[in-house]
């Protein structure tokens, strides 16, 4: 086996709540995390060198150490250097379909594709658990990403329950390209304007995030209710990235203008995600978006939920 071609879905966030702030600085949330079909595609083939080499059809994709890509397989050859000094390094290639900088966790599920990749490539018969150890290392979302599906994520995002998988739930996801909001930014932002009612003990954190379990929004999606789990579609940060990016405020509400059982913003933004009742349905609600958003610059997508994260597509 000399490469492997994966698929790496996206993923929104369908609740988002900021609980209180951690010790190591991060903020201790309660979020349910959906994986979409909008995905890239990550080819890792062994190149027979000591490098590591990454490239993106999207030039807004660094093709340098900083990409979470590149970053996956420089731990991989750092946790496993007897297979890294047998097989030698890896050439990435990122086919990108999911946005740059959408808080869509592109960069993310890129990272997930190549830990899963550089896995079976090298034949290591790691466990679903210790990948997601592993990314949990480079960053929060890298472990929803390896699973995907629908999951409760608690701690800083890393701490994972599954939930029965939520198919087929479609979805209108639109992003200006030129658009981008800071992730750090949008949560010290909200922790100097929301602070003060942050929960302050460990037992009132962890109360309240294991609340999240019985929470409506589990029943919903247990149920596959669209409907009821566009009620309960929660995100804590629109309080303070609406505010500041009119344009993301005016996608959110021309969505549900169109006729969507709900609408919000995704992570930190600036995408908006729109649940429909059909295919039909989607494709009414985007085209009426696109008309009354008349702006180039504006990305709509028609996709849907899905019960699976990383997955081969082929060999190489």
């Known amino acids: ?30 979020m349910v995390m959906q994986s979409i079909d909008l995905a890239d595609q990550v080819d890792i083939t062994a190149n027979g060198s000591e490098n590591i080499r990454v490239q993106c059809d999207n030039l807004e994709v660094p093709a340098d150490k900083t990409n979470l890509a590149y970053r996956a397989a420089e731990l991989m050859a750092k946790e496993f250097p007897e297979q890294f000094a047998k097989l030698g390094g890896v050439d990435i290639k990122i086919n990108k379909r999911i946005p740059v900088a959408a808080g869509l966790a592109g960069g993310s599920t890129n990272a997930a594709a190549v830990l899963v990749g550089i896995d079976l490539l090298w034949k290591l018969g790691l466990t679903k658990v210790e990948l997601e150890e592993l990314g949990a290392s480079l960053g929060s979302d890298i472990p929803f990403c390896v699973a995907g599906g629908t999951a409760i994520a608690t701690g800083r995002g890393e701490q994972l329950s599954e939930i029965l998988g939520l198919d087929n739930i479609y979805i209108v996801l639109g992003k200006h390209r030129s658009l981008s909001v800071s992730t750090p930014w949008a949560y010290k932002t909200y922790r100097a304007t ?74 930190s933004g600036p995408s908006v995600f729109a649940i429909c009742e059909s295919l039909e349905h989607a494709e009414n609600v ?25 997955h081969l597509k082929s060999s190489i």
């Open 1 to 30: 086996m000399q490469g492997l071609s994966l698929i790496a879905p996206a993923k929104i966030n369908l609740y988002l709540e900021i609980i209180g702030a951690r010790d190591d600085g991060y903020h201790e949330l309660a």
């Open 194 to 267: 929301y602070g003060d009612t942050y929960l302050q003990d460990k037992h009132s954190l962890t109360t309240r995030a294991s609340s999240v379990h019985s929470a409506p929004m589990i029943k919903a999606i247990v149920h596959k209710d669209a409907r009821e789990i566009s009620l309960s579609l929660h995100n804590d940060l629109e309080k303070v990235v609406l505010p500041e990016y009119p344009k993301v405020l005016e996608l959110r509400e021309a969505m549900k203008s169109a006729g969507a059982l709900g609408a919000m913003m995704s992570g």
């Open 286 to 310: 985007k085209q009426q978006v696109r008309l009354s958003i008349p702006d180039e610059d504006l990305e709509l997508f028609t996709t849907q939920t899905i019960s699976q994260g990383i």
